[in-house]
């Protein structure tokens, strides 16, 4: 699986984006999606992810009620809209392919497939 994220940009806060990731393959709608980020001089975190069938999610503390992710599998595309951006949200974001089921969503070490990422910049 390729995946090609796209979306990213220079927003003020409280701005909204919509991120997305195409991936190419045909085993797409079989993946969990995750969104991923890594702001410069930390550790890449864990944003969002999505279950195949798009009826799970998974989020993030510090995005929740903020941030939405959802898939069109048959447009092999994973989506991660952004409300209420803040500053802090500054960061390059990754999304993620691979299989897993509950906790093991949230691991970097569950997903197999990366995407090259997009800058997200929030300037307060």
């Known amino acids: 699986v390729q995946l090609q994220a796209s979306g990213g940009g220079l927003v003020q806060s409280g701005d909204s984006l919509r991120l997305s990731c195409a991936a190419s393959?045909?085993?797409?709608?079989?993946?969990?999606m995750g969104w991923f980020r890594q702001a410069p001089g930390k550790e890449r975190e864990f944003v969002a992810a999505i279950s195949w069938s798009g009826l799970r999610t998974y989020y993030a503390d510090s995005v929740k009620g903020r941030f939405t992710i959802s898939r069109a599998n048959a447009k092999n595309t994973v989506y991660l809209q952004m409300n209420s951006l803040k500053p802090e949200d500054t960061a390059v974001y990754y999304c993620?392919?691979?299989?897993?089921?509950?906790?093991?969503?949230?691991?970097?070490?569950?997903?197999?497939?990366w995407g090259q990422g997009t800058q997200v910049t929030v300037s307060s």
């Open positions: 393959g045909r085993t797409f709608s079989t993946y969990v």
């Open positions: 993620a392919a691979g299989y897993c089921s509950g906790y093991g969503c949230y691991e970097i070490r569950t997903y197999d497939y």
